[in-house]
């Protein structure tokens, strides 16, 4: 009996100890960022322009060649992160947007691209559902900047298009009567949601 709570006690702390994530915190060195350890070992060495700390899920953003990308604690990059407000993407609804190519996806927390980078420009997702265009811009305006032209549709949270890229503009998306307000040729209609 001794001998199997010795291994069930030491199957816990090893156990504990495995499970447990390694923290990694930002440092600068000259004008360069790196992380290091809880025991302040250099992990990632200085070469970041930028640096934001490593999220629960094991991942951080950091400026890389003026562009903020997502590393993980190996310090791979994993994705390009779309540039939100001097920063990178913000989550919504778990998913927040990436460049690849020119093209834009979404990505998940850990940085795992889970809709494929197609449409020239995406807007967040709001109500399991989110707007993207084709053939449109982002055209400076003062400081920030602002979509104009292109074609218009909409996908849900698995990246199927529920209203094809078509139409001038998407108004209105109620995903409780499951109808969008749609613009074309001048003239506004309701569809109905797939």
Same mark, same amino acid.
């Given at each position: 009996?001794?001998?199997?709570?010795?291994?069930?006690?030491?199957?816990?702390?090893?156990?504990?100890?495995?499970?447990? *994530?390694?923290? +990694?915190?930002? #440092?600068? $060195? %000259? =004008?360069?960022? &790196? /992380?290091?350890?809880?025991?302040?070992?250099?992990? !990632?060495?200085?070469?970041?322009?930028?640096?934001?700390?490593?999220?629960?899920?094991?991942?951080?953003?950091?400026?890389?060649?003026?562009?903020?990308?997502?590393?993980?604690?190996?310090?791979?990059?994993?994705?390009?992160?779309?540039?939100?407000?001097?920063?990178?993407?913000?989550? *919504?609804?778990? +998913?927040?947007? #990436?460049? $690849? %190519? =020119?093209?834009? &996806? /979404?990505?998940?927390?850990?940085?795992?691209?889970? !809709?494929?980078?197609?449409?020239?420009?995406?807007?967040?997702?709001?109500?399991?559902?989110?707007?993207?265009?084709?053939?449109?811009?982002?055209?400076?305006?003062?400081?920030?900047?602002?979509?104009?032209?292109?074609?218009?549709?909409?996908?849900?949270?698995?990246?199927?298009?529920?209203?094809?890229?078509?139409?001038?503009?998407?108004?209105?998306?109620?995903?409780?009567?499951?109808?969008?307000?749609?613009?074309?040729?001048?003239?506004?209609?309701?569809?109905?949601?797939?």
């Amino acid at each position: 009996m001794k001998i199997r709570m010795l291994l069930f006690l030491s199957l816990v702390v090893s156990g504990s100890i495995f499970a447990e *994530s390694k923290v +990694l915190t930002s #440092f600068e $060195e %000259n =004008g360069l960022y &790196g /992380f290091k350890d809880k025991k302040g070992k250099v992990i !990632i060495q200085p070469q970041y322009e930028q640096t934001l700390e490593f999220t629960k899920a094991g991942v951080a953003f950091v400026v890389w060649n003026n562009k903020w990308v997502c590393i993980d604690q190996k310090n791979n990059v994993l994705l390009e992160s779309f540039l939100y407000d001097n920063g990178p993407d913000y989550l *919504s609804e778990k +998913l927040a947007r #990436f460049v $690849e %190519n =020119g093209k834009m &996806g /979404f990505h998940n927390e850990r940085c795992q691209k889970v !809709i494929v980078a197609n449409y020239d420009f995406v807007y967040p997702f709001e109500n399991r559902h989110a707007i993207v265009c084709n053939g449109c811009e982002l055209k400076p305006e003062g400081e920030h900047k602002r979509i104009v032209g292109g074609l218009y549709g909409l996908i849900n949270k698995k990246g199927k298009l529920v209203v094809p890229v078509q139409y001038d503009a998407i108004l209105t998306v109620d995903a409780k009567k499951r109808l969008v307000e749609v613009k074309e040729s001048g003239k506004t209609s309701k569809l109905k949601l797939e």
